[in-house]
Nanobody, 121 residues
Framework: QVQLVESGGGLVQSGGSLRLSCAAS????????MGWYRQAPGKQREVVAS???????NYADSVKGRFTISRDNAKNTVYLQMNSLKPEDAAVYYC???????????????WGQGTQVTVSS
């Protein structure tokens, strides 16, 4: 089973920047799409950004122009560069990956444990 480990969250002032990382580990797998989601208290989890295996990206309107998603396929790692952070960006950020078992070709989704992002005004 593939596991995702996130890092990079923390406390930042409004207007500041953070970079989140999410590394996948396991055996006999490849990853198709990867994405970042977030969930603020009392709200539903929402997609922030996604990236396909060939590098095509999509962003939520609320983060376009401020956040950048990227990935290093050799390291099975996805990043989220967050600039010009606003208080409304505060949430727990989760990494998600669409994983394919290269032995069985079975595909499944995996979630990271989440990393807290706090933005002070």
């Amino acid at each position: 089973q593939v596991q995702l480990v996130e890092s990079g969250g923390g406390l930042v002032q409004s207007g500041g920047s953070l970079r989140l990382s999410c590394a996948a580990s396991g055996r006999s797998f490849r990853i198709n799409a990867m994405g970042w989601y977030r969930q603020a208290p009392g709200k539903q989890r929402e997609v922030v950004a996604s990236i396909t295996s060939d590098g095509s990206t999509n962003y939520a309107d609320s983060v376009k122009g401020r956040f950048t998603i990227s990935r290093d396929n050799a390291k099975n790692t996805v990043y989220l560069q967050m600039n010009s952070l606003k208080p409304e960006d505060a949430a727990v950020y989760y990494c998600n990956a669409e994983v394919v078992d290269t032995l069985t070709y079975f595909s499944y989704n995996v979630w990271g444990q989440g990393t807290q992002v706090t933005v002070s005004s």
